[in-house]
């Protein structure tokens, strides 16, 4: 994908800044995007890539500089003008309505509202050619729901070219995808462009961002730090464009197993198992999947909110009984749940009252049914402090944390009596780096002390540098467990979209 | 027992059954639009109320018939539009604010009433609409007379039903508005005002709650007193569930309760004093909660009803 340098620019920034008080979220940030390429725009959360995004759509208003597609200024703040204009965007959470059918998704919006027919006959023809012209395969009478997550991915990319986009924006696409099916999402796109459409690839996974695109944008807290040529670069330089410094990866010893502190056999519930699983101390044990394979009903069978309707669960040797949340508390197993804002605290309620939630009844936190709020107080500051939580001290409510802080108190609070067992759901998603880099080092202590680690990730970059041993989860079915380093990501990624389970389970 | 089966094969239980799910037509079909859209209507029992009265004062004052209609459905839009500004842009609670819009238009209307007419204390009849026999068809045994002997009024109410649910399927304006109420950040995606879209579904769903309690004052009881409205707007709630919100469904379903409280009536004159007729009044509200049960189990809801929408959240 070279050779684009010449072709009309389709799309150009100019002095672009947006500030939110004291921060600068986009600082006179100007390039300019030329009909046929694909440019990545790299940068950590909270670089400023969605906001930048968001004041071309027109939900932001920038406070200075200039947009212009192809070569007319888009007016500020205006959605409509945008999509117009040809600007589309495929977001990281689609925008689609689950319960009405592909057509009528890509049809909304795209006549007048008062015209009296919708003209499905013509929306089907063009969907038909369109899917066939760039490999886009879809039902077009298919409910949204009943499509995977691939699928409506390319449901997004089709309303896009519906409207005859001229510039496709996307977020973060691949977050969602097997490793396969992002390779086939980048083969549409490379058919895209080859059309002379002009894509933005916004990502933070440099390997892709080296596969996919021929130039590579960088934003670091707000500024645009570098340009550089694919094809001149490596993902090295760029990582620490991005970063700015080198980001020190863990140290990660070997692994030294001890006994079996969770022993799962033939555990079902809900849409998983049968499965076998053990959790030995001194390990993590990585569960590689793409979200909706079973990993949720996995974490709550762990931390005691489901129950297993088959099968057996020991905890430290002993059969679990009555199997709660209580007794999963009882029996030293630590949380981190998946949804931190809708699990992992209340938001309404104090740091304080947060990181008692799960202890409030111990001795040192009440006595005869009467809280000690003081003894409360007093650990609130021990684990603000020992934890690096940021915030205005132990009567902040939590939901005024950001998410890597409200990251941490969790991790405190689940960390803090050095538990036997951790179950860590999902802990670094949508986390910066600064934040993952402390989440995954907390784990690693927790290993060398001996604890049973079991990290639920779809990050598989996450997966793969942490677990001691890997399974694999696909439609609710687990994997035999392979060892650090033993299966490529490839062979992973066959797993994950359900190959190689037959003979193996 | 056979005389409780005969019932059902009289021509009268049949126009009878279909002139009482009229008005529950209109207003089935209000709530329907404004709930597709994602917004909870509770103030269908007011807004019936209120159109009921400013229909039957309309043409008490001198109006037409069709003048009185339309005024009706203009109170409803403004009662509309108030819960609308209500509840989406300012984002208050669909529950809260749809009782308070009920008990506002209910007051209001008597309150009007007493100021309009001081004098009066039995209600004064107007000139209502006329069955209008439709030649040919009117003849065929049952439904004839069911169908096409019935006033225009009643008419209408099918022809809404037929434009609502050309509206919600054949039309742009139909897929905004079901987008609306399934994720609106869709059609926000698309550059299209969910705010507007919401605010115009809960005017115009409004607009025909009030017609529908106009059709009891102008085609049913000739006339405009208290507590006439009786419920009808929480058996409409129901029947949009029931008919799982599609609009031939929810039509079927109105004749259905329609059907149950002509036979009732019908049943207390067979049966006699030997069942006090209060269970023979709790019949169709029964039957209604049993086929409500059978029926809207596996129905699926508009999945942003009842979510306010603000712009740039997820």
């Known amino acids: 994908m070279t050779g684009a340098a010449a072709a009309p ?15 600068t979220a986009n600082d006179a940030i100007s390039f300019a995007l030329r009909r046929g390429e694909v440019v990545a725009l790299l940068g950590e959360n909270g670089a400023g890539k969605t906001t930048l995004m968001s004041i071309l759509f027109g939900h932001y208003l920038a406070d200075a500089g200039r947009v212009a597609v192809e070569g007319r200024p888009l007016p500020p703040g205006d959605t409509r003008a945008a999509l117009a204009a040809g600007l589309a965007m495929v977001h990281q959470h689609f925008t689609l309505a689950d319960s009405m059918s592909v057509l009528e998704n890509i049809a909304l919006g795209t006549q007048p509202l008062w015209s009296p027919r919708l003209d499905r006959g013509r929306a089907l023809k063009r969907i038909r050619e ?9 039902d077009p009478a298919a409910r949204i729901a009943d499509l995977s997550v691939g699928e409506r991915q390319r449901v997004e990319i089709l309303k896009a070219l519906y409207r005859e986009a001229r510039v496709l924006i996307l977020d973060e696409p691949t977050a ?32 892709e961002v080296m596969a996919v695109s021929d130039r590579v944008l960088v934003l670091r807290a707000g500024r645009l730090v570098g340009e ?25 010893g070997p692994a030294q197993p001890g006994p079996a502190l969770v022993e799962m056999k033939g555990v079902t519930v809900g849409g998983l198992g049968p499965i076998d699983l053990t959790l030995r101390g001194g390990e993590i044990t990585g569960i590689a999947g793409v979200s909706g394979n079973g990993q949720a009903a996995l974490a709550e069978v762990l931390s005691g909110t489901l129950a297993p309707e088959a099968g057996t669960l020991a905890i430290e040797g002993r059969a679990a009984g009555a199997w709660s949340p209580r007794a999963a508390l009882a029996s030293g197993i630590a949380r981190v749940p998946e ?10 309620m104090s740091v304080t009252e947060n990181l008692v939630a799960e202890a409030y009844r111990a001795p040192a936190f009440s006595r005869r ?12 500051r021990r684990v603000i402090r020992d934890y690096e939580v940021k915030c205005s001290g132990p009567e902040a409510p939590a939901r005024l944390l950001s998410g890597g802080n409200m990251q941490k108190l969790i991790l ?36 060398a002390r001996g604890a049973a680690v079991l990290l639920i990730s779809e990050d598989l970059d996450e997966i793969m540098a942490l677990s001691d041993r890997i399974h694999v989860i696909s439609r609710g079915r687990l994997s035999p467990a392979s060892a650090r380093g033993e299966l490529s990501i490839r062979e992973i990624g066959a797993r994950m979209a359900g190959l190689g389970f037959d003979h193996a389970a | 027992m056979a005389a409780a089966l005969e019932i059902l094969f009289t021509a009268s239980f049949w126009v009878a059954a279909v002139r009482i799910a009229s008005p529950l037509i209109f207003a089935t079909l209000g709530e329907l639009i404004c709930e597709r859209a994602g917004v909870l209507n509770l103030g269908i029992e007011g807004i019936m109320v209120a159109g009921a009265f400013a229909g039957w004062i309309t043409v008490y004052s001198g109006g037409d018939l069709w003048t009185g209609v339309a005024v009706a459905a203009l109170t409803g839009a403004a009662f509309g539009l108030l819960h609308g ?4 842009p300012l984002g208050l609670s669909q529950h809260v604010t749809g009782i308070g819009i009920t008990l506002l238009a209910t007051s209001l209307t008597y309150y009007t009433y007493r100021l309009a007419l001081p004098e009066v204390t039995s209600p004064p009849k107007i000139e209502a609409f006329r069955p209008l026999e439709i030649p040919v068809l009117s003849d065929l045994p049952l439904i004839g007379p069911a169908l096409f002997a019935q006033t225009p009024f009643t008419y209408l109410a099918f022809v809404a039903a037929a434009l609502v649910a050309w509206l919600l399927y054949r039309t742009p304006l139909g897929l905004a508005l079901r987008a609306a109420g399934e994720n609106p950040d869709a059609l926000e995606a698309q550059g299209l005002s969910v705010t507007a879209i919401r605010m115009g579904a809960v005017a115009a769903g409004s607009a025909l709650m009030a017609v529908g309690g106009a059709f009891l004052t102008m085609s049913a009881f000739n006339s405009f007193f208290f507590e006439m409205v009786n419920g009808r707007g929480w058996v409409c709630i129901a029947l949009v569930v029931f008919g799982s919100w599609r609009p031939g469904k929810a039509l079927l379903g109105a004749i259905l309760f329609g059907a149950f409280d002509a036979y009732q009536v019908r049943l207390q004159g067979v049966v006699g004093d030997a069942v006090p007729y209060q269970v023979f009044l709790m019949l169709p509200y029964v039957l209604s909660i049993l086929a409500l049960v059978a029926v809207s189990r596996r129905a699926s809801y508009p999945r942003a009803l009842m979510v306010p929408y603000r712009k740039g959240e997820r």
């Open chain 1, 228 to 252: 550089r040529a694919t094809a001149e670069t490596d993902r090295h330089a760029l990582a620490e464009l991005m970063v700015g410094a080198e980001i020190a990866r863990p140290d990660i």
């Open chain 2, 85 to 88: 500004l209500l509840t989406v």
């Open chain 1, 176 to 207: 969602v995808l097997t490793p396969q099916e992002s390779e086939a999402l980048f083969a549409t796109l490379r058919r895209l462009v080859a059309r002379g459409l002009a894509i933005i690839f916004i990502s933070h996974k440099l390997g």
């Open chain 1, 9 to 23: 620019v389709v799309l150009r920034l100019e002095g672009v800044t947006k500030r939110f008080g004291p921060l």
């Open chain 1, 339 to 348: 949804d931190r804002h809708g699990v992992g605290v209340i938001g309404d």
């Open chain 1, 369 to 380: 049914g009467w809280m000690k709020r003081p003894a409360a107080r007093d650990f609130a």
């Open chain 1, 412 to 447: 405190g609070r689940a960390l803090d009596g050095a538990p036997r067992i951790i179950l860590a759901s999902q802990p670094t998603r949508g986390l910066d780096v600064g934040a993952v880099a402390y989440v995954h080092a907390r784990l690693l202590e927790a290993r």
């Open chain 1, 130 to 138: 369109m899917s066939a012209d760039f490999g886009l395969e879809v």
